[in-house]
Structures are given as structure tokens and as C-alpha cells.
């Protein structure tokens, strides 16, 4: 892997300035005056495991071999000790192939399903589910420092977000260093782009910590605890389920995490308070979401 010659610097952060995730266009304010501005592209990406299409996901269209691999991983298609042969991308056609070593037998259970950019797929749902019986996430201790200097670090980082809103960002942290910046349209893309580079770059999960500025639902809980991180920070808010399974698998889970102020709903023993809050301040963000 890669390291940056300047610790704070990104291993993979937004491609703000890349072509084709952004278009420009033009419309009419409140007051009828005219506006230019940049919003956001998402189009259909196809992931096919071996010779089987799975899914058809909307994304922005960056990174989509981790996409493909990330998606597979957190379905519980692609194992830890699975080889994977090759992922081949088609920009034209929007496909991307993994090939693995060893004939699979998921692919039946998500052939032709689309997944769509407003994040719910029911469809998968119960497959992540079973994936959770046997995952115990490791009490790694979680400094408030570092949860404070993070989210000012990501903040203000330059992103899509800020750029054009509409769009999830979900960033892999170790410490008080962000490491990878992934956005799309969809959170659940987000994470699964961070899966994919995690998988690809063989990134140990156990002292990492996942920051999405998505909602704290059960399927986000559920995918960062099947990527065996163990710790979940938001600047959004939580669901009852999310929480619940948390605490199932001993997840820290942090949420409405904004300047000097967060909440802890599960993980409050591994929380050390070695920052004083009023030294951190709200940092603004533009765009929605």
C-alpha cells in the first residue's frame, strides 16, 4: 500500500475535479433569478461474480472495481480466503466481472435484482443477517480526541458533498488520521467502496474506526461489523435497530457527531474523554444531502 509523504494527506480522498461525476446545469431560484450550478451524475453499474449477474447498483462511477468486490464481500460472496483471479471493468458497457478461483453458489440469490441510489435493498438484507451470527468486534479503545480532530480533519476536506451535494461520503480512519474518502450517491455504495479498497489493499480492520455522514441504520451497523471495524462515528442520527445490533456485536457506535458535541449509544466503555469538547468547534458544511 501506498503511504503519503505528508501524514495528513489522504490515501485515497474525493475526486472533486474528475470528469463525469458532475454536470453542469442550469434553473431558476426562489426569486426567478437564473443559477448555474453542478450536480451530481449517477448511472447504472452491473456487478457479475464468475460467469452470474448479481446486481445492477446506481452509483457516480468511480472506483468501481472496489465497488464490485466490496458489495460482494459484504454480501458474504467473497470470503476472506477467497482468491480472486481478476475484476475487469467496462466503462462502455458498465459492468464489472470478478472472476474467483473456485465455483460459487450465491449468485442465484441476487441475479437481476436492481439496487437503487435511496439505499434500502431488501432483497440482501437477510443475507447480511446471517453473516452477523458469529462476529465479535474486538474492544478496541477510542480516544474522544481523535473522534474530535477527525471530524474537523473530514469536514474540511474538499469533496463532492461540498461541491454539489446530494451524495454520502464515508471515510476509513485509524487514529486521528482519515485514510480513504469515498462518496456516491448511495451510503451503502460508500461503505462498500471502502470494503472493496480494504479487501483489494489487505487492510486490517481491528484498530480502524468508519465515519459516514449517513444515518446510523442496521444495515450500515451491519456492514461495518462484517468488515470487522469497531467503531461506527455518524454526524447523522441513529435507528432502534441499529443500536440494538450494536450492542450485539460490541460495536462502539457514535452518533450527531458535530464540533463539540456527539452521542454514544453503545461502546461507553471504550470511550476514553481525553479532550476537553469547548476547545473543538462546529465546522459549517454546504451542500445537502
Same mark, same amino acid.
Given at each position: /500500500? ?21 454536470? #453542469? ?9 437564473? $443559477? ?17 449477474? $448479481? ?5 457516480i462511477g468511480d472506483y468501481p472495481q472496489y465497488l464490485a468486490l466490496g458489495f460482494l464481500r459484504n454480501q458474504g ?50 443475507? /447480511? /443477517? ?33 461541491? #454539489? ?32 479498497? /480494504? ?25 461495518? #461489523? ?19 445490533? #450494536? ?43
Amino acid at each position: /500500500m501506498t503511504r503519503p509523504a505528508n501524514p495528513t494527506e489522504y490515501l485515497i480522498a474525493p475526486q472533486v475535479h474528475a470528469a463525469g461525476l458532475t454536470r #453542469a446545469v442550469t434553473g431558476t431560484d426562489q426569486n426567478g433569478q437564473a $443559477i448555474n450550478l453542478s450536480v451530481i451524475e449517477e448511472r447504472p453499474l452491473t456487478i457479475y461474480l464468475n460467469a452470474r449477474e $448479481i446486481v445492477t447498483a446506481m452509483t457516480i462511477g468511480d472506483y468501481p472495481q472496489y465497488l464490485a468486490l466490496g458489495f460482494l464481500r459484504n454480501q458474504g460472496m467473497l470470503h476472506e480466503n477467497e482468491t480472486v483471479n481478476g475484476v475487469d471493468y467496462d466503462a462502455e458497457l458498465g459492468v464489472v466481472v470478478v472472476r474467483t478461483d473456485s465455483k460459487t453458489d450465491y449468485e442465484d440469490k441476487l441475479a437481476k435484482k436492481t439496487r437503487t441510489s435511496g439505499c434500502a435493498v431488501g432483497t440482501v438484507f437477510g443475507d /447480511m /443477517m446471517e453473516g452477523l451470527e458469529n462476529v465479535t468486534l474486538p474492544a478496541t479503545p477510542v480516544k474522544t480526541s481523535d473522534l474530535y480532530a477527525l471530524a474537523a480533519k473530514i469536514n474540511r476536506t474538499p469533496s463532492l458533498y461540498l461541491a #454539489a451535494g446530494a451524495i454520502h461520503g464515508t471515510v476509513l480512519c485509524k487514529g486521528d488520521q482519515p485514510l480513504a474518502y469515498m462518496e456516491d450517491v448511495g451510503r451503502h455504495n460508500a461503505v462498500d467502496k471502502i470494503a472493496g479498497w /480494504m479487501l483489494s489493499e489487505k487492510i486490517t480492520p481491528d484498530d480502524k474506526t468508519l465515519y459516514t455522514t449517513g444515518r446510523l441504520t442496521s444495515e450500515m451497523v451491519i456492514k461495518t #461489523a462484517l468488515m470487522g471495524i469497531p467503531t461506527l462515528v455518524s454526524r447523522s442520527g441513529f435507528t432502534a435497530w441499529g443500536v440494538e445490533i #450494536a450492542n450485539q456485536v460490541g460495536l462502539t457506535l457514535i452518533g450527531r457527531m458535530k464540533g463539540q458535541r456527539f452521542l454514544c449509544l453503545c461502546g461507553e466503555s471504550r470511550l476514553i474523554r481525553d479532550a476537553e469538547p469547548h476547545n473543538f468547534t462546529d465546522t459549517p458544511r454546504k451542500g445537502s444531502q
